[in-house]
């Protein structure tokens, strides 16, 4: 079995057939299209039928787009500028603004719940330790006693030296200031 290579040429005045690259077949093109398998390209309704705009409707068209697009530009710029200026009075603020923030409202919501606790005759500590669970109070325990008992280890002679010091002022006993006096 040989394989035939076949193709279909549409043009607006001649349909052309052709097989290996030779033009068997010429034939106009209006036959062609009811008698070719090859789909059609048919741009819908003719334009004949539907009436043609006058040129008032036309420019009335295309005012109604320009003011559409007009009123779109101007509500572009004004959400713009109000982002611009929203911008601005974050730049304005210092770096800082956010956490000072956050911590500002802790102490507020913190004040308000110890002045609940104690319009109810509770212990505010007892209050928000019970809002705790059992594991996150150990892992804050195990954190707090890793700050406590840190070793810092060697960064330079200045800071061994102060540790030192303070190591050996802890373990001194407490002097009798009066006879220290005299």
Known sequence: KAKIDCFCFHSNQTSSFAIFGKVFEQIPAKMASSTATAPSTDPGPSSSSI?????????????????????Q?????VSNHSEVLAEDERKKLPTNWEARKRQADWLIDDSKAR???????????????????????DRFDKLKSKKKNADPGFSDYEAQTARQYNRLIKTMEPRDLVKYEE
Do not use: C, F, I, W
């Not at 530009?73 to 710029?77: I, L």
């Not at 319009?119 to 059992?134: F, H, T």
């Open 51 to 71: 009436a043609p705009k006058t040129a008032a409707e036309k420019h009335a068209e295309r005012m109604a787009r320009l003011k559409n697009l007009h009123l």
């Open 73 to 77: 530009r101007n509500e572009a710029r």
């Open 115 to 137: 002045a609940e606790a104690e319009a109810k005759g509770l212990d505010y500590n007892r209050v928000k330790l019970m809002k705790v669970s059992a594991a996150e109070a």
